[in-house]
T-cell receptor, first 117, second 112 residues
Framework: KAGVTQTPRYLIKTRGQQVTLSCSPI?????VSWYQQTPGQGLQFLFE???????NKGNFPGRFSGRQFSNSRSEMNVSTLELGDSALYLC????????????????FGPGTRLTVL | GDSVTQMEGPVTLSEEAFLTINCTYT??????LFWYVQYPGEGLQLLLK?????DKGSNKGFEATYRKETTSFHLEKGSVQVSDSAVYFC???????????FGRGTQLTVWP
């Protein structure tokens, strides 16, 4: 079974631009979560989608948004990029049967490395 | 709220040494606990998990026991190898569906 895939793997943008990152979950998984990883802040939760609905959101500004499609694939968008948005963005998928539970294991993709100049 | 406190490194060991990485948590309800490992340039890989008190997760020689009385989930390995060099993250799956709470990570370097 294929794992979680993320595209692109690397991105270089300049301040003020916007960017869209894509995540394809493991087949059959319905929940997709996004995290930002930086050396200073560690792993921070961005948001989670289940059945095309955002269920939970972390403490990030409105410039960070996302969506999920009917096939469970997900995208996140960052508008008006700032230097501090440079990070590794990780997507994770989990089964989410019956809406999910705390025991659901999240499987991570390789990440998208975003550099903002 | 839910949170994880993890021993910060770096940790440097010789091959075949014993490894312990401490992890304690705060949570409401009955969380699940995970250890993930991250190799350079890669995403996180699940190493092991435990879903209830006294459960022991194990994989590739690594073990961790879910201790509710001490709110801990320490990672151990009896004999580390050079190939175990990586960053290890303790994580908690709690009351917020789809969200894992992570520790800050522990960099492990094993020398031959």
């Amino acid at each position: 079974k294929a794992g979680v895939t993320q595209t692109p793997r690397y991105l270089i943008k300049t301040r003020g631009q916007q960017v869209t990152l894509s995540c394809s979950p493991i087949s059959g998984h319905r929940s997709v979560s996004w995290y930002q990883q930086t050396p200073g802040q560690g792993l921070q939760f961005l948001f989670e989608y289940f059945s095309e609905t955002q269920r939970n959101k972390g403490n990030f500004p409105g410039r960070f948004s996302g969506r999920q499609f009917s096939n469970s694939r997900s995208e996140m968008n960052v508008s008006t990029l700032e230097l501090g948005d440079s990070a590794l963005y990780l997507c994770a998928s989990s089964l989410g049967i019956f809406g999910g539970s705390s025991t659901d294991t999240q499987y991570f993709g390789p990440g998208t490395r975003l550099t903002v100049l | 709220g839910d949170s994880v406190t993890q021993m910060e490194g770096p940790v440097t060991l010789s091959e075949e040494a014993f490894l312990t990485i401490n992890c304690t948590y705060t949570a409401t309800g009955y969380p699940s606990l995970f250890w993930y490992v991250q190799y350079p340039g890669e995403g996180l890989q699940l190493l092991l998990k435990a879903t209830k008190a006294d459960d022991k997760g194990s994989n590739k020689g690594f073990e961790a026991t879910y201790r509710k009385e001490t709110t801990s989930f320490h990672l151990e390995k009896g004999s580390v190898q050079v190939s175990d060099s990586a960053v290890y993250f303790c994580a908690l799956g709690g009351s917020t569906l789809g969200r894992l709470y992570f520790g800050r990570g522990t960099q492990l370097t094993v020398w031959p």
